[in-house]
């Protein structure tokens, strides 16, 4: 009978040893969480923090600051790694607005481990107000892109009022 006992034991510690690994496709994939306001110290919203949820099944999310080799070089599509593209709703229609300094962002390499199973949150402090439009509701849609140019779904914010100067 003891010698059962143990062999139980031993199985519940070995099995309570292994870890469950995630499994994601390799595209990743992404969720709206939030949004945050940031108000300027004037009461006017200048910026904000776009929280955003992913899942990447092998972990390759992420360029290295320094990475400017041809597919990431600053005249190609892929320099940045994560997409923000800006509306405003004019007359009642969205309307995407290119702004003077797009609202891109390269993220750095979320995980070491590559490949790897990765989730988690990002933020991405973004500008959210157009100081040469009268329109104060914008939306933001965004999508992220990985090393091996997957391209995830894209999401979108709900509205949002943009508190502009008086």
């Known amino acids: 009978m003891r010698f059962w006992l143990c062999i139980l034991l031993f199985a519940l510690l070995t099995l309570s040893g292994c870890r469950h690994r995630e499994v994601f496709p390799v595209e990743p994939r992404i969720e709206f969480v939030r949004l945050d306001k940031i108000d300027n110290g004037t009461g006017v919203d200048n910026q904000a923090d776009l929280v955003i ?17 041809p597919i990431f070089s600053l005249d190609s599509e892929y320099y940045y790694n994560f997409f923000i593209h800006y509306y405003e709703k004019q007359q009642g229609v969205w309307t995407e607005v290119e702004l003077p300094t797009p609202l891109h962002a390269r993220l750095p390499h979320l995980s070491e481990n590559v490949p790897e199973a990765i989730k988690g949150e990002i933020t991405i402090t973004t500008f959210i107000n157009n100081y040469s439009s009268p329109y104060d509701t914008i939306m933001l849609s965004c999508y992220l892109v990985d090393r091996a140019l997957h391209k995830s779904n894209t999401v979108s914010t709900p509205e949002i009022i943009v508190k502009k100067w008086n």
Not at 53 to 69: H, L, P, Q, R, S
């Open 53 to 69: 949820y992913f899942e990447d099944g092998d972990g390759d999310i992420g360029i290295d600051e320094g990475d400017t080799a």
